[in-house]
């Protein structure tokens, strides 16, 4: 019977479909109660659907409904087909909730949701073991950036990706993809802290980048179909038989057999040292994250936790929020610090300061230099302020079985997803003066001390400054981010000069509510060869073309 069904007629069924989802999906109903203004205040059910329908991009309702409701503070609905309704919080409210306990206000299943993770990812990804895997990444992880095996493999691994992705060539102008060339860069700095040193094979960071894009493919393929047909795509996962799922069930099996030897290495090297303190001192001297969970691993009394896959898939998790995220703002910081108005000696200052830390320390770059390179850290912050990922985050889902009371007295029934209008929150003018300008020296304290720098950190959050996050659950990569970042930008003013650009382009495409940049933006750029260790030579570079910009 089914065979007989031509093909145009499988296609009009189709077309049916999905128009019947995207119906059913206008009108599903929110777990938002009633009551919150909403930024076209249409309350009927039409109305909603109206509003969820043109509601694809977020910034304009973002904007308006701070200026409405948020500076007045009083919270908002932010309407969405994909994520369903979302209630955005002004400043004083957000503090209660941000600082509230997970079992009440969830990070955790707001990007279970997000991600779809039920149904895209390892079941055990976001298990109990989940809290430990982000404090061992918080703590445990990041206080490696302070010894000297560590800064030394991320300087040598930054020069490498340098020498490889822009070339020697001082003659020689050279074609950069600046978002492929800043995921590769994340993407094997990333992996020295969490594998080790010597271990960026690109068919392994391809897999895992891989797998990551099908995640969120995956995503948002699951979201486009109403609720109630979520388990039964679940049921399709289960038998690998979605496109997403087969796809990233390939790449995991790539990324599994890449990573087993140098997982049953690692584990015979600690199995080998029996003695509690030569355990310690083997992992001082390799320092990864990798070395962090194989520790664990073997004292723990589930044996799943020492086997390559259960590895292998934690590793692929610091990959998966990490390489992504820090290449979208590592393109942006470029290009913001590279067309900055205010001032066309900015790469020059930048230099400088680098060029004195660089006079007076190893020739590497641990935690110490870093914190005093106060411009740089100035100049990215701001760029984070103004191109935060998430329009709307942090964000939080109400899982407390009979809802929460905020300290207004609103009440809010669980499964209500709750945000803070970030995008409209860091263009403030009461807040930031200028709030639309990009200036470098908004955070910088001339002269400062130790901790006025580091109160004036990108890494420290407020609840004004949000792009990590703030509260119980902030961004727990965060240290590791400004770190690698830092140090890429380093090398890269030290060996190389780029010709400013004179007009910052708009690269941001809006997709539901993240704001990413185009692959496909490119600079031209030339190397000039280094006479000595960590002397000032040069890349330079100007804007060849701007091909698919927005």
Known sequence: MFLSISIASWLVIGIIGVGLCLVVKLFETSSVPNGIPRVLNREDLVGRAVERFVGVNPIGF????????????KPFVLPSVAEGDEVLLPKDLAKHVLFSKENEYSFKAYITDFFQLKYTSWPLAFAKKYDFYVKLISKDLTETLKTDSVARSLAEEARSCLADLWGEDSETWVDVSL??????????????LAIGPGHSDETLLNAMAHCSDAIVFGASIIKAFPSFLHPKQALLNRERTLPTKIGGRYFEVIFHKRMKPI?????K???????PEAQEETLKSVDSLLDLLIRAGLR??????ATSMWLSYRIFMINFPGVHTTAVSATSVLLDILSDPIDENLVNHLRAEIESIAGNSSGYWNAEDLERAALLDSAVKESLRLNGINAASPTRKVVAPTGVSLANGLFLPCGTKVGIPQYALHRDEEIYPEADRYNPYRFYIENASESAIR???????SDEYVVF???????PGRFIFAHIFKVFIAEMLLNY??????????????VQLLELPHRHWEIQGSFKSRFAKLSSTGLSGRIISLPGLL
């Open 469 to 475: 996050g703030h509260g119980r659950r902030q961004c």
């Open 263 to 267: 997982i049953e290495s690692k584990i």
């Open 62 to 73: 973002i904007r308006e409904g701070y200026q409405k409701y948020s500076k007045h503070q």
């Open 300 to 305: 723990s009394k589930w044996p799943i936790e």
């Open 497 to 510: 000069d780029v010709q400013p650009i004179l007009v910052r382009p708009k690269i941001h495409i809006p």
């Open 269 to 275: 090297e600690q199995q080998k040292q029996r003695d």
């Open 455 to 461: 109160q004036s950190s990108m890494t420290t959050t």
């Open 179 to 192: 978002y492929c060339a800043m995921e590769k860069m994340a993407s094997r700095m990333i992996n020295v």
